[in-house]
């Protein structure tokens, strides 16, 4: 079930001060994942979250990858290896409803220190160049896969595990681009399956979505043109410094500054 805004969820929305910062981190998180081709949901989800609460960061970055990397995503099932795929998306598809029911259940304190603590312990292990580089074993790919639903559906950042299991792998980097954008497109379409049967899509966090989903669109758009061939090593380190950076920022012992 979906409850959509009106005029006045709008108006409620922009009256609140602290939706300003949240555009701004909105814009920063689509700026850095343009720039890098990563990121965006490992800097917004853990200030999203500091600023409002897990839920509406969860379904705002939802809705605003859903809608934006969808249509990109389409054309890539057909490039993409669906003996890799269709796997580790089978796995992912038991632990989401794990993940979602933690996202529901968890007290928003204790679920914003597993996302800080998530991508706090994320971050060295990308930015140390560290891959898996062992045979894709099918016990493997299902941990990998249901681990990755179970963050997908709880913190909505199901990129880091995947990624790290396949980069090690032969595939080229055009099969693996498509592989990792059919994977996340088919987490979507679940995720928003899920979160409509639990009644998710709430009036105000879905007007917060064209709320902050406009800046992090701008700034995934600006990040792409005006760093477009600039040095992938350099951005990606910056990229790594914004993202634990903001996971520090986020975590609740802060709150006195940041809400």
């Known amino acids: 079930m979906i409850d ?5 969820t709008f108006v409620a929305a ?36 500091a600023i409002y609460d ?8 939802l809705v605003v990858d859903f809608v934006s990397a969808t249509p990109f995503a389409i054309p890539e099932v057909r490039r993409c290896t669906w003996r890799e795929v269709g796997p580790l998306s089978i796995a992912m598809t038991v632990g989401l409803p ?17 996302i800080a603590a998530m991508v706090l312990s994320v971050v060295p292990i990308l930015a140390s160049g560290w891959r898996y580089h062992g045979a894709p074993r099918l016990p493997i790919t299902i941990g990998v896969g249901v681990f990755s639903g179970i963050t997908a559906g ?16 032969g595939s080229s980097a055009k099969t693996l681009r498509a592989n990792l954008m ?6 979507d379409l679940l995720l928003m399956g899920i979160f ?7 009036a105000r966090p879905l007007a917060l979505s064209l709320l902050l989903g406009i800046p992090y669109l701008v700034g995934m758009g600006l990040g792409s043109y005006f760093f477009h061939g600039a040095s992938d090593r350099l951005y ?9 950076l903001a996971a520090v920022v986020s975590l609740p012992i802060f709150d006195s500054i940041i809400r």
């Open 236 to 244: 990606r380190a910056i990229a790594y410094v914004i993202i634990a």
């Open 182 to 187: 059919v994977f996340f497109m088919i987490c």
């Open 54 to 61: 897990p839920r509406i960061a969860a379904v705002t970055i």
């Open 4 to 8: 959509l805004p009106n005029s006045e």
């Open 98 to 114: 794990i993940g979602v029911w933690l996202l529901i259940v968890l007290d928003p304190i204790v679920l914003r220190w597993c």
């Open 154 to 169: 709880s913190v909505l950042i199901a990129g880091p595990p995947v990624i790290l299991y396949w980069l090690g792998g």
């Open 14 to 49: 922009l009256a609140e001060p602290r939706v300003y910062a949240a555009m701004a981190v909105a814009a920063l998180a689509g700026l850095v994942r343009g720039f890098s081709g990563f990121g965006g949901a490992m800097i917004y989800m853990p200030l999203i979250a």
């Open 196 to 202: 409509g049967y639990e009644g998710l899509f709430e």
